[in-house]
């Protein structure tokens, strides 16, 4: 009983650690990708970060 009992929290854990090196890895391929120009920066919801004609409207 005592077997099941780690080898089932030990495949748990592992599956936990698999999955975060995943998004680790997937995170820091997607920001490299960015600062590359190969995938572009997700638009704020709120439209803050809009640089299209407001920016230099009164210079």
């Given at each position: 009983?005592?077997?099941?009992?780690?080898?089932?929290?030990?495949?748990?854990?592992?599956?936990?650690?698999?999955?975060?090196?995943?998004?680790?890895?997937?995170?820091?391929?997607?920001?490299?990708?960015?600062?590359?120009?190969?995938?572009?920066?997700?638009?704020?919801?709120?439209?803050?970060?809009?640089?299209?004609?407001?920016c230099?409207?009164?210079?």
């Open positions: 009983m005592e077997t099941a009992l780690v080898l089932g929290i030990g495949g748990v854990v592992l599956l936990l650690l698999c999955l975060f090196t995943t998004f680790v890895l997937l995170g820091r391929r997607v920001r490299r990708g960015r600062a590359e120009g190969r995938y572009q920066y997700r638009a704020k919801p709120n439209g803050t970060y809009d640089n299209s004609s407001s230099s409207g009164g210079v």
